[in-house]
Nanobody, 125 residues
Framework: QLLLVESGGDLVQPGGSLRLSCAVS????????IGWFRQAPGKEREGVSC????????DSADSVKGRFTISIDSPKNTVYLQMNSLKPEDTAIYYC??????????????????WGQGTQVTVSS
């Protein structure tokens, strides 16, 4: 079974930074594209950022472009989401998810096969 475990969520002040981790086990991360999604109370789950298995192609939602960066550490089988200049509207449970590797990654939930349990990010003063 492919297993994804998120970590790194915390309470931070507006303007602060966090780095989320998605540890992938069961199979090498090289076989999958990884997406980060988030869901705030009362809102639908939305795509935040994604990366192809090779790490060569990424995409991000307009709301986080210039602030969030996704990356892969293949030896550790881990995908990171570096979040800078955090805003209160970034508050949500953040999930990582995996889809079978393709040429481009996607920010829609439909194609993703496995999901982590989520990690809470709260941005508040």
């Amino acid at each position: 079974q492919l297993l994804l475990v998120e970590s790194g969520g915390d309470l931070v002040q507006p303007g602060g930074s966090l780095r989320l981790s998605c540890a992938v086990s069961g199979y090498a991360v090289d076989y999958y594209n990884i997406g980060w999604f988030r869901q705030a109370p009362g809102k639908e789950r939305e795509g935040v950022s994604c990366v192809t298995s090779s790490g060569g192609v990424t995409d991000s939602a307009d709301s986080v472009k210039g602030r969030f960066t996704i990356s892969i550490d293949s030896p550790k089988n881990t995908v990171y989401l570096q979040m800078n200049s955090l805003k209160p509207e970034d508050t949500a449970i953040y999930y990582c998810a995996a889809e079978w590797a393709g040429r481009r990654c996607r920010l829609t939930t439909r194609e993703y096969d496995a999901w982590g349990q989520g990690t809470q990010v709260t941005v508040s003063s």
